[in-house]
């Protein structure tokens, strides 16, 4: 799958942290709604990979949104995750392993990464595209920005802190790709089963990036 081209309309990765089980088909109506191409469940979550199957299932018949992992952290998650369908994979770190397996594989594969060093590295591997995270720990939008000068041609993901208002930041300051997770998907708001609110949520930050984009 060509991840990068699939996300180009929408350039957003929604992070799913701790989202309960049986919150799965209220978390693809309310990323379809609003128009998320690209949604993770983290491997660190209860039940992930029941909870991954279950959304790669309900949202088999829909051709605009995509079901991946995060927090892969050891080639044993990548593993399961693949096994459950995940149809990219995005990880906290680094590991030659995790990148060259998935890239000999085919699958989509976006690892994380801080120095330039490491985005070098990383991109080297294999990486369709390499995660700055935590970027809000090290700058923010003027991290990308200096990112940008020398890594012209290595898709990169802005991910730590990204929410609403500063979304349009980072793609102004270069990032090919956003990733957020509590702002919107709040563990306390799925588990209050709020969808309403992370809906609302969802919406402002799409379309302060559509104002981007467009």
Known sequence: MDLLGFLKPMPVIGILRDIPRGAEEACIKT???CGLRAIEVTMNTDGAVE????LKTLAKPYDDLKVGAGTVRHISEYQKAVYAGAAFIVTPNSRKDVIKTADSENIPIIPGALTP????KAYDLGATAVKI??????GGPEYIKALRGPYRDIPLLACGGVNAENAAS???AGADLLAFGGSIFSPKLMAEGNWDEIGQRLKTLLDAVRAVIA
């Open 117 to 120: 060093t490491e985005v070098q």
């Open 31 to 33: 990323a379809l709604s």
């Open 51 to 54: 909870i991954l199957r279950n």
């Open 133 to 138: 995270f935590p970027v809000n720990c090290v």
């Open 170 to 172: 980072y793609l102004k």
